[in-house]
C-alpha cells in the first residue's frame, strides 16, 4: 500500500478498485489475444476460399479428417439415410394405411437414381451423404429443387457446389436488397434469391467462366449450420481444428523420418592421426566412404575409426503426445476420441459408455439439423409436385393432411445390449416406459413391429413350429413302454 493510500485511509478515505473481468486485461501475458468485433460476414469474407480449400487438401491427405469424415456419415446417416415413416390419421388414433403406405412406396421409387437427380447419378440416399459432407467440409451446400421435372412425380433434385455461390459479389441493388457473398437478401435478412456462377470458378475449360444467373430462394435450399446472428455463408466444421491437425501431420511426417534415418545405423569414419595433414591432398582421397549391409563384417582402412551415429526415433514421448493432440482435435470435432483415432485401447464398458452417450447427442443434434434443414423441405416439395403430378388418388386441398411425415433417423446399438435389454425390459414391466419408446429408440416403429410379429406368429402356426413360453408349456413325450 503507498503512502497516499495510507494516509487517504488513516483520514477516512478509501479508494475502490475498479470492478473488471480478468478475460479482458491487456498485459505481456495477453498482448497477442486478439480481439476483434466484426460482424461474422467480415469474417468469413476474406477467409472462406482458403478455409474451403485447406479443409478439402485434409480430405485428400488426412486420414483422421477422412475418418472424421466417414464417421459423420456413419453416425448421421447410416446405411439407409433419414427414413420415412408416415403417420396420416384418418380418424384420432386411427392411422390411414393406404396412404401410408401409397406415399413410402412413391418416396421410395422416387428416391432411385434414375429420378432423384437431373444426372441420374445419385440415388437420395447418395444426395444425402454428399450433403452433409459437402457442409462440413466445404461450410456450405446448395441443393436445387427442380420442379417440373421430366420424371413421374414432376420433381428433382440438383447439388451445387458452394464454390459456384458467387462469394466475390457484394452490392447494395438499387430496390433496397443487399448482395452479400453471393446472397441477395431482403431488408430483414431473408433471402430472395441466389447468385450462381454457371460453372465452377476452378474449371479452367468452361468457356462461360464468370458467368452467373439468378435464383430464386423458392428454388433453393442452402444448407450451412449458422453460429452468428446475420451470419450470411457457412464455415467449415473443422476450423477449430485444422491448424493443429496439419501440424500434427507434419510431426508424424519428421518422426518417420527421422525413425528411417535412425534404422540406417550410420556413421563416420575418423583418422585416428592427423598430423601431417598439409590441405593440398585430392578430397577424393579423403573422402572415404563404406557400405554396410546385413550379416557383413568389414575390416576399416589402416590408421581408421568408426564413429557410431545412433539417434534414437521415435522418441518415447510420441505416443501420448500424439494422444493428447487428437483428444484436442477430437473435442474440436465433436467427437470422441476413441472414434476419431481408432482407438480403443484401455477402455471398458462404463468408460466406453459414457463417451459413446454424449458422442450420440451429438449426432442426434446435427440429425435434427439436418431433417430440419434438408429432409423437410425436400419432402413437402416433392410431395407437392407429386400430388400435382396425380401420383396419388387425392387433391392438393388435403396436403396438409398428408403431410404427416415422421422420420426415422439411423439408431444404435448399444455396448453391452444383454443389460440394456434387462433394463428396457424392467422399465416396461414397472409402467416406467412404453414399448413404443423403447421401439423409437432403435430407429423402428411399433406397428410395423406389432404387424412384423403377427405375421411371423401366424406363419409359426401354419408351419406347426413353437418357440419361446409355447415350447416350454408343451408337455413331456411320454416313454414308450417294452413289452417285456
Known amino acids: ?65 477422412r475418418r472424421y469424415l466417414d464417421g459423420l456419415e456413419n453416425n448421421v446417416l447410416g446405411a439407409h439415410g433419414i427414413g420415412l415413416q408416415m403417420k396420416i390419421m384418418d380418424q384420432p388414433g386411427k392411422p390411414d394405411r393406404a396412404a401410408n403406405s401409397a406415399i413410402e412406396q412413391a418416396w421410395n421409387i422416387w428416391g432411385k437414381a434414375a429420378n432423384c437427380t437431373p444426372t441420374g447419378k445419385m440415388t437420395w440416399r447418395d444426395l444425402q451423404r454428399l450433403t452433409l459432407r459437402s457442409c462440413a467440409r466445404d461450410g456450405d451446400v446448395l441443393v436445387r429443387m427442380v420442379r417440373g421435372y421430366n420424371n413421374p412425380f414432376g420433381f428433382a433434385l440438383q447439388i451445387i457446389e458452394a464454390d459456384r455461390l458467387d462469394s466475390e459479389y457484394n452490392q447494395t441493388l438499387p430496390g433496397g436488397n443487399e448482395v452479400r457473398m453471393g446472397v441477395e437478401s431482403d431488408q430483414y435478412g431473408k433471402p430472395v434469391a441466389y447468385h450462381i456462377l454457371e460453372t465452377h470458378p476452378g474449371d479452367t475449360y468452361s468457356s462461360s467462366y464468370g458467368k452467373r444467373q ?64 598439409t590441405g593440398e591432398e585430392d578430397p577424393a582421397d579423403l573422402n ?72 450420440r447427442e451429438h449426432f442426434k443434434k446435427v440429425q435434427q439439423w439436418f431433417t430440419d434443414t434438408l429432409v423437410g423441405p425436400v419432402f413437402e416439395s416433392w410431395l407437392e409436385s407429386s400430388i400435382l403430378a396425380n401420383q396419388f388418388p387425392f387433391n392438393i386441398n388435403r396436403f396438409d393432411k398428408m403431410n404427416s411425415p415422421q422420420w426415422k433417423p439411423r439408431r444404435w446399438a448399444w455396448v453391452d445390449p444383454l443389460k440394456d435389454i434387462q433394463a428396457n425390459i424392467t422399465a416396461v414391466e414397472n409402467g416406467l416406459k412404453s414399448r413404443r419408446a423403447i421401439v423409437a429408440e432403435s430407429g423402428g416403429d411399433v406397428e410395423d413391429v406389432f404387424d412384423q410379429i403377427a405375421m411371423d406368429q401366424q406363419l409359426a402356426e401354419e408351419k406347426g413350429l413353437l418357440f419361446g413360453d409355447d415350447l416350454k408349456q408343451q408337455p413331456e413325450p411320454v416313454p414308450l413302454q417294452s413289452d417285456e
Open 288 to 359: 572415404v566412404l563404406m557400405e554396410a549391409e546385413p550379416g557383413t563384417i568389414e575390416e576399416l582402412p589402416s590408421g581408421m575409426k568408426f564413429q557410431e551415429w545412433n539417434p534414437s526415433h521415435p522418441t518415447t514421448a510420441y505416443k501420448d503426445f500424439v494422444k493428447t493432440c487428437l483428444r484436442g482435435i477430437s473435442a474440436g470435432l465433436g467427437v470422441s476420441y476413441n472414434m476419431l483415432a481408432n482407438d480403443l485401447e484401455g477402455v471398458n464398458y462404463s468408460s466406453i459408455r459414457a463417451g459413446v452417450l454424449e458422442e
Open 214 to 277: 439468378r435464383i430464386p430462394a423458392n428454388e433453393i435450399l442452402h444448407i450451412f449450420n449458422q453460429e452468428r446472428i446475420s451470419q450470411t455463408r457457412g464455415v467449415p466444421w473443422m476450423v477449430s481444428a485444422m491448424t493443429r491437425l496439419q501440424q500434427l501431420s507434419g510431426y508424424e511426417e519428421a518422426e518417420v523420418v527421422a525413425a528411417r534415418v535412425s534404422s540406417c545405423k550410420m556413421g563416420w569414419l575418423l583418422k585416428e592421426n592427423s598430423e601431417g595433414y
Open 1 to 65: 500500500m503507498g503512502l497516499v493510500d495510507k494516509l487517504a485511509r488513516r483520514f477516512g478515505f478509501v479508494r475502490h478498485k475498479k470492478r473488471s473481468y480478468n478475460g479482458a486485461n491487456v498485459s505481456r501475458l495477453t498482448s497477442d489475444w486478439l480481439s476483434p468485433t466484426t460482424t461474422a460476414d467480415e469474417e468469413i469474407r476474406g477467409n472462406l476460399k482458403r478455409l474451403r480449400g485447406r479443409c478439402r487438401e485434409l480430405e485428400r491427405n488426412n486420414d483422421y479428417v
